[in-house]
């Protein structure tokens, strides 16, 4: 079993409903041992979108970062529609950082390229880190 933050992101009516979906189906194919609070951020990337509603969960999986990987686009796919990079979405799910793990690959790069560079992932996760759960790598981060 391994940890590994999980970043949520829904900017899509409801987006309330959309990540208590993804934070449950989580559960499913993993331990969630525990949730940030919600933040509300402006859109990154194409701007002209609502708001989106964010969250970092923290997992204990038995799944490998692929695996995992395939199973978070499978939870997405069932609720997400198709639309172009960076616009609206109901619910999309990035791992951040998983335990143990620093690859880069054409489809997986962990820890997550530009998590640095988001508030809308590092003040979640740096919430976390205040009620005590592991950094993973103090490297991977900073």
Excluded: C
């Amino acid at each position: 079993m391994r940890l590994a933050y999980i970043g949520l992101g829904s900017n899509v009516e409801p987006r309330l409903q959309y990540l208590r979906f993804g934070i449950h189906e989580l559960g499913k194919i993993s331990s969630v041992l525990d949730v940030s609070s919600l933040y509300e951020t402006e859109p990154w990337g194409f701007k002209e979108q609502p708001r989106f509603l964010n969250a970092v969960a923290l997992i204990e999986s038995k799944l490998d970062p692929f695996s995992l990987l395939d199973a978070l686009k499978e939870i997405e796919a069932r609720v997400r529609l198709p639309r172009f990079r960076w616009g609206p979405r109901e619910l999309d799910l990035d791992i951040l950082v998983y335990e143990g793990v620093r690859l880069k690959t054409p489809s997986l790069e962990v820890p997550h390229p530009r998590m640095r560079e988001r508030a809308f992932v590092m003040v979640p996760l740096r919430e976390l880190w205040e009620r005590g759960w592991p950094r993973l790598t103090e490297e991977a981060l900073f």
